[in-house]
């Protein structure tokens, strides 16, 4: 196998998530990094429109692979990225410091790194995990990662993936999307100098339908989750527009 693979994140170039990625895929072919020069988490699918993008080398050595930081979002480096590597066969978003599961998707800008490169044309892999009071144990999740990417680089069809891998994964699973509901909780707070400020956090509000990507999680299961960006609702189309069938 030796395919051409771009590597992106929401956590920045500096993330040890997308270090540990890059060097993952190596033995599937060639790889380029092409990454957020801070942080971009939950940016969602946000496109840089009323200013310029310019790229620079990372500051960061990814030994031997070439690796570029952007003044944008996630997003943007993948449109970036792809207009600097045409020949890019995969666009793979990670690995996340933090699950991206259920209705978190809306928001994920590592989703939204591997969507980008489905509106592109390129299939698209976004991966997470947990994180705790240390980082995560990559060489635990290295053999888990490899089975993934073995699975879904078996065919060259542009599709959407999500992956999150539990701290201890025991086995793999096929999940859908959790779709429970979940709390907006709005902490407030106060900064050293007495000004308040805000914390938005959720929490899901009822219990991981079985089979979906929490569940699996819970389970201590990598959860793969095949994802279209048709967000259609077929049932309700149907009832309103009188279609049978």
């Given amino acids: 196998m030796n395919m051409n693979i771009l590597i992106a994140n929401d956590d920045g170039i500096y993330s040890p998530g997308i270090a540990a990625l890059a060097q993952m895929a190596l033995q599937f072919g ?15 699918h946000a496109i840089t429109h009323s200013r310029p993008l310019t790229y620079k080398k990372s500051p960061i050595n990814f030994e031997g692979i070439e690796a570029f930081r952007v003044n944008g979002t996630p997003a943007d480096c993948v449109a970036l990225g792809l207009h600097m590597y045409p020949d890019t066969d995969v666009v793979l978003s990670g690995i996340n410091m933090g699950p991206n599961l259920g209705n978190s998707i809306w928001h994920s800008g590592t989703l ?51 992956v999150n891998f539990p701290q201890q994964p025991v086995d ?74």
């Fill in 30 to 44: 060639t790889v380029r990094v092409v990454a957020p020069d801070v942080e971009q988490s939950s940016m969602g």
């Fill in 112 to 162: 939204a790194a591997a969507k980008q490169a489905v509106l592109l044309g390129v299939k698209g892999i976004a991966l997470s995990t947990p994180v705790g009071k240390t980082e995560p144990n990559f060489d635990t999740l290295k053999p888990y990662v490899e089975q993934c990417l073995n699975l879904l680089f078996e065919t060259n069809e542009v599709a959407l993936y999500n």
């Fill in 172 to 245: 793999i699973r096929w999940t859908r999307q959790s779709v429970t509901l979940y709390d907006g909780t709005v902490y407030p707070g106060e900064d050293p100098m007495g000004r308040k400020n805000y914390w938005i956090w959720v929490k899901p509000l009822e219990q991981a339908e079985e089979n979906s990507d929490r569940w699996a999680m819970e389970q201590n299961y990598v959860s793969i989750t095949p994802l279209r960006l048709d967000l259609t609702d077929e049932r309700r189309l149907k009832a309103k527009s009188g279609i049978s069938g």
